[in-house]
Structure formats: C-alpha cells, structure tokens
C-alpha cells in the first residue's frame, strides 16, 4: 500500500517491546524500525499485534492482551480487511464493544496491509489505577453482528366499514350540502355594512395583480372567499403603512 508507512500508523518505535499475536503465515512487519524489543518472559509489551478471523474469538483472547500492555500500552485488534475482498463478521463497532466491556477505548482505525484491517486499543485513563487481573470477561458472542430485523407483514388493513367507521366520506352521503358555500356559517356581512372603507384597498388590490409599473407591491392571499391585502411596505412592528392604515382582512 502506498501512502503512510506502516510503522508510523502503527505508532511503532525503537525501544519499544512489540509482539505480533497469531500472524497468519509469513506475514511480517513492512519495514518495521531499528530497535524494536521483544516481549518480557511474562508476555508484558508495549504494542501487541493481534490478528482475529472470526468475532467469536476475541472475547476469549483480548482480556488476556489487555492485561499484557497495562498500563500503558496499547493492542492492534486486526480482522480480515473486506475492501480487501476477504469476507468477514468483525468490523471496528464489534471490536470496540468487546473492548468498552473491559475498560479499553479506541483511539485509531487504520488499514494496516492491504489484507488487515485495525483498532488500536488503550486503557481508559480511569481504569489504568485498577488491577487488571480483575477485568471482566466480554460473554461469548455478546458483540457478534445480529441478522437485522425481519421484515414482517400484518396482511392488508381493514376498510373503514370494517372498522365502524363511514366509508363513504362524501358531503351528499352524509346529508350535506356539496357546495362549498353552503358549509360556512351563514352569510356574513359586507365591509359596507361593517363600516369598513373597502374602496381604497379594492383599487390597491386591483392595480397590484396587474403589476402596474410604479406601483409599490403587495402580496395577495386568497383563501375560500377571503382576501388580505398585505402591503410589502406594512410595518412589522406596528403592524401599519407609513400612512398609518393597517393591513385589512375581507370577506368579498
């Protein structure tokens, strides 16, 4: 692979004690640096390369990783990389549930080849305190992907008979009037009749939707029978025109 040297992804440098963990065959570190150490007689390291194949593995084997780089050390959880073209139920969300069980955080994902794919795990700074050998054991399979949801069908929904309710919604079915004239309250009366000035606003509405050159522009609302006439110029606050009219809501 191009780009980032291995060795600087994997934060690896001189000095310090690394182990690689159940490498398939003939895999080897890509130029790794002068000065790397091998693990202490205990196990102990400071970077630990793990290699998984299957999610069923890691909660039996990366309690026991974990406890090798306590304190301050950090294990490389790597699975089968699927851009890779290797197929494979491990995926970083299942790494890191294994790992939140025992007090491990990730702080990187990287490709580490173009066949591994890696979590670099850490102890959480509140747990590098504790004594490791009392670390929890992740149950088997707790994290393993799930098929997801099952698509189930309830058959088709009732009709409104069947529910008791009207099937037919129509106005003449349930003895109304169809004309929507008939559904308001009775006629209301006119501006004239309600001492309104209509006259002045009917003209304004009349020279605005016919976009009249050099008059100010309005904004016409239409609903039912109602029309409010609203000048663009109308102020927000005291909710008038600089002449002092306000904005009219007619009934016509």
Same mark, same amino acid.
């Given at each position: 692979?191009t780009g980032?040297?291995?060795?600087? /992804?994997?934060?690896? /440098?001189p000095?310090?004690r690394?182990?690689?963990?159940a490498?398939?065959?003939?895999w080897a570190l890509?130029?790794?640096?002068?000065?790397?150490?091998a693990?202490?007689?205990?196990?102990?390291?400071?970077?630990?390369?793990?290699?998984f194949?299957?999610?069923?593995?890691i909660p039996?084997r990366?309690?026991?990783?974990?406890?090798?780089?306590?304190?301050?050390?950090?294990v &490389?959880?790597? &699975?089968p990389?699927?851009?890779g073209?290797?197929d494979?139920d491990?995926t970083? #969300?299942?790494?890191?549930?294994?790992?939140?069980?025992?007090?491990?955080?990730?702080? /990187?994902?990287?490709a580490?080849?173009?066949?591994w794919?890696? +979590?670099?795990?850490? &102890?959480?700074?509140?747990?590098?305190?504790?004594?490791?050998? #009392?670390?929890?054991v *992740?149950?088997?399979?707790?994290?393993?992907?799930?098929?997801? *949801?099952? #698509?189930?069908?309830?058959? *088709?929904r009732p009709?409104?008979?069947a529910?008791?309710?009207?099937?037919?919604?129509c106005?003449?079915a349930r003895g109304l009037d169809?004309r *929507?004239e008939? &559904?308001?309250?009775?006629?209301?009366?006119?501006?004239?009749?309600?001492?309104?000035?209509l006259?002045p606003?009917?003209?304004?509405?009349?020279?605005?939707?016919?976009?009249s050159?050099?008059?100010p522009?309005?904004?016409?609302?239409t #609903?039912g029978y109602?029309?409010?006439?609203?000048?663009l110029? +109308?102020?927000? /606050?005291?909710?008038?025109?600089p002449?002092?009219r306000?904005?009219?809501?007619?009934?016509?």
């Amino acid at each position: 692979m191009t780009g980032t040297p291995q060795a600087r /992804k994997l934060g690896l /440098k001189p000095g310090l004690r690394v182990e690689l963990e159940a490498p398939p065959d003939g895999w080897a570190l890509s130029e790794p640096p002068a000065g790397l150490l091998a693990p202490d007689e205990d196990g102990a390291a400071d970077v630990i390369l793990a290699f998984f194949r299957a999610a069923g593995q890691i909660p039996g084997r990366l309690p026991g990783l974990a406890r090798h780089v306590f304190p301050d050390g950090a294990v &490389w959880a790597l &699975w089968p990389r699927r851009a890779g073209g290797h197929d494979s139920d491990i995926t970083d #969300s299942v790494v890191r549930g294994y790992a939140l069980d025992l007090g491990l955080v990730d702080v /990187k994902v990287a490709a580490v080849d173009e066949d591994w794919s890696g +979590l670099r795990l850490v &102890w959480r700074s509140g747990s590098r305190d504790g004594d490791p050998g #009392s670390l929890p054991v *992740p149950r088997p399979g707790s994290r393993v992907p799930r098929p997801g *949801p099952v #698509s189930v069908s309830r058959g *088709p929904r009732p009709g409104p008979a069947a529910r008791g309710l009207d099937p037919c919604p129509c106005p003449a079915a349930r003895g109304l009037d169809p004309r *929507p004239e008939a &559904w308001t309250r009775g006629p209301r009366p006119g501006p004239a009749a309600r001492g309104l000035d209509l006259e002045p606003e009917l003209r304004y509405c009349e020279l605005v939707s016919r976009s009249s050159p050099g008059v100010p522009r309005g904004r016409q609302v239409t #609903s039912g029978y109602q029309v409010l006439i609203f000048p663009l110029y +109308l102020d927000k /606050k005291t909710m008038t025109t600089p002449t002092g009219r306000r904005g009219r809501h007619y009934c016509v």
